[in-house]
C-alpha cells in the first residue's frame, strides 16, 4: 500500500472505530471493520487469534474467505501448532512473508497450516495484539498474491491491532464466560431431564400394567372362569369322571385367585384413593392373609402425609420399592411382625421396613431379582436404599432415603 499521510490515515483508523461501536461479539466486530480495513490495503482474508486465558489454546475469528481456522470458533487450538507460534508465544515482534506457502517459517511438524495451502494465501501479515502490556492474540492479514505487503502495511496493521486488542479481550473474555456458563447449566439441565425422563417411563410402566391388568381381567380372568363353568357342568354330567374334574376345577380355581391377585397388585388403588401410608397398609394385608403363624403388621407415619404432597409417579416408584421389601420380608424370612416407617430425617424422607424374620443370607450388592428393581427404582427417585440387619432384634431393616431436593413440584414450605 502506498505511504498515506497522517491525517488520511487517522481519518482510516476513525473509521475503523465507529464501524466497531455497538458490535457485541467477536464475529461482528471483524465483519463490521473488514470494509474500512480493505480500504487500507486489500486482503482475501483476515483473521483475529485470540488467546484462552489457559494460556495454552488459541480461538479464530475469519472474514474473506472460510478457512478451517474459522471453524475454531467452536473449538480451541493449540498455540503450539499454530503457524505463528513464534509470534504468539512472544518470540518475534511480527511476522511479514510474501510466500507463506513457501516460507518455512510457517511449516513445521504438527503445524496447523493447511489453510495456507487451500486457500492460497501468499502474502501475510501478522501483528500482535496487546492488553494491559501482554500478548493476548493476533491480527493476520493474507492476500492470493506474492510480495502485496511491506514493512508499511505492517505498521498500519499494527495501529488497527492496537485499537481492536481491548475490544477483542472484552468480547472474547465475555464470550468464554456465557460459554462456561452455558456448559454448566447444560449440565444442570441434563441431570433434570435424565430425572424427568425416568419419571415419564414410570408413568409409562404404570400406565402399561394398568392396561395389562385390565387385558388379565377382561379376558384372561373371564376364560378361565368360563372355562371353570364348563369342568363344572361336564363333572355334574358324569358320574364317573367326578373326581378328575374335580382336581382340574380346583386347580382352575387357584390360578383364577393367583390371576386375581396379580391383577389387584397391577393397580394400586389404595395408594389412588387414600394415600401412601393407606395403600402399604392394605399391601401389607394382603400380603399376610392366610400366612400362617400370623404376621403383626404396622405403617407409622411421622411425616405428616408427606408422600401425598409429591409428584405421583415419584410416589408410584417408592410405593413399588417398599411393596418388593414387604413382598421379601414374608415371602423370605418368617417373621412374627413387619413395620414400615415413614419419618423426616434432616435432608431426607426416610422409610424403613423392618421385619424381625431370618435376616439377609444373600449380599444385597450382588443381585438380580427384585432387589435389583429396587435399586434402579432407588435411583429413578435419586435416593439411597441400603439393607441392614435389624439393630433391635433378628431380622432386616430396609431403609430409603430419599433427598428432599429429588422431589419434584412439592412446595418449599414442606421441604
Ligand atoms: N427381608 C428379607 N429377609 C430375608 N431374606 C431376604 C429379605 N429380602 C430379601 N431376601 C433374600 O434376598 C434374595 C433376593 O431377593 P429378591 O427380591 O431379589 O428375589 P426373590 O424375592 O427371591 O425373587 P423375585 O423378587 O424376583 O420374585 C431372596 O431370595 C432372599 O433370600
Ligand atoms: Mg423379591
Known amino acids: 500500500m502506498h505511504k498515506l499521510d497522517n491525517k488520511d490515515l487517522l ?5 475503523i472505530s465507529r464501524a466497531i461501536a455497538g458490535q457485541l461479539d467477536c464475529q461482528s466486530v471483524l465483519r463490521e471493520i473488514a470494509g474500512e480495513v480493505n480500504k487500507l490495503f486489500h486482503f482475501d482474508h483476515m483473521d483475529v487469534a485470540i488467546m484462552l486465558a489457559d494460556g495454552v489454546n488459541s480461538i479464530s475469528y475469519e472474514v474473506g474467505l472460510q478457512t478451517q481456522w474459522g471453524e475454531l470458533v467452536t473449538g480451541a487450538r493449540p498455540i ?17 512473508t510474501g510466500d507463506a506457502l513457501a516460507d518455512d517459517r ?25 492488553v494491559n502490556g501482554s500478548l493476548s492474540g493476533a491480527l493476520n492479514i493474507s492476500s ?3 510480495h502485496a505487503y511491506t514493512e508499511y502495511d505492517v505498521e498500519v496493521a499494527q495501529c488497527i491491532a492496537d485499537l481492536l486488542a481491548p475490544y477483542f479481550y472484552a468480547l472474547s473474555q465475555t464470550e468464554q464466560a456465557k460459554k462456561a456458563a452455558l456448559g454448566e447449566s447444560h449440565a444442570r439441565n441434563s441431570e433434570k431431564m435424565l430425572r424427568l425422563g425416568a419419571l415419564q417411563l414410570t408413568q409409562g410402566m404404570e400406565q402399561e400394567r394398568k392396561r395389562l391388568g385390565m387385558d388379565l381381567h377382561d379376558q384372561t380372568l373371564a376364560d378361565l372362569t368360563r372355562l371353570l363353568r364348563h369342568v363344572a357342568v361336564l363333572r355334574r354330567a358324569d358320574n364317573a369322571l367326578e373326581a378328575p374334574f374335580l382336581s382340574i376345577e380346583k386347580e382352575l380355581d387357584t390360578c383364577i385367585n393367583e390371576l386375581r391377585n396379580i391383577i389387584e397388585d397391577t393397580k394400586p388403588g ?25 404376621i403383626s ?6 411425616s405428616n402425609d408427606y408422600l401425598d404432597q409429591i409428584d405421583t409417579s415419584q410416589r408410584t416408584t417408592i410405593y413399588r420399592i417398599v411393596q418388593e421389601a414387604i413382598n421379601n420380608a414374608v415371602k423370605h424370612s418368617a417373621p412374627t411382625s413387619v413395620q414400615v416407617e415413614i419419618s423426616k430425617a434432616t435432608s431426607s424422607l426416610r422409610i424403613a421396613i423392618i421385619d424381625n424374620g431370618e435376616g439377609l443370607n444373600i449380599d444385597p450388592h450382588n443381585n438380580v431379582g427384585g432387589l435389583d428393581n429396587m435399586k434402579v427404582r432407588a435411583a429413578l427417585v435419586s435416593s439411597t436404599l441400603s439393607f441392614n440387619k435389624n439393630p433391635e432384634n ?22
Open 270 to 294: 389404595v395408594l389412588e384413593l387414600f394415600g401412601f401410608a393407606q395403600g402399604v397398609e392394605a399391601q401389607l394385608e394382603r400380603c399376610v392373609a392366610g400366612v400362617k403363624p400370623d
Open 394 to 415: 433378628s431380622g432386616t431393616k430396609v431403609v430409603l432415603d430419599i433427598p428432599y431436593k429429588a422431589f419434584n413440584n412439592l412446595p418449599a414450605s414442606i421441604k
Open 297 to 302: 403388621i404396622a405403617v407409622i407415619d411421622h
Open 106 to 130: 510457517f511449516h513445521f511438524d504438527g503445524a496447523f497450516d493447511g489453510p495456507i495451502f487451500a486457500a492460497k494465501l501468499r502474502s501475510r501479515v501478522h501483528v500482535p495484539l496487546y
Open 11 to 15: 481519518h482510516r483508523i476513525l473509521a
Open 80 to 96: 503450539m501448532l499454530s503457524p505463528i507460534r513464534t509470534l504468539l508465544q512472544g518470540e518475534v515482534p511480527y511476522l511479514l
Open 144 to 146: 492470493h498474491l506474492k
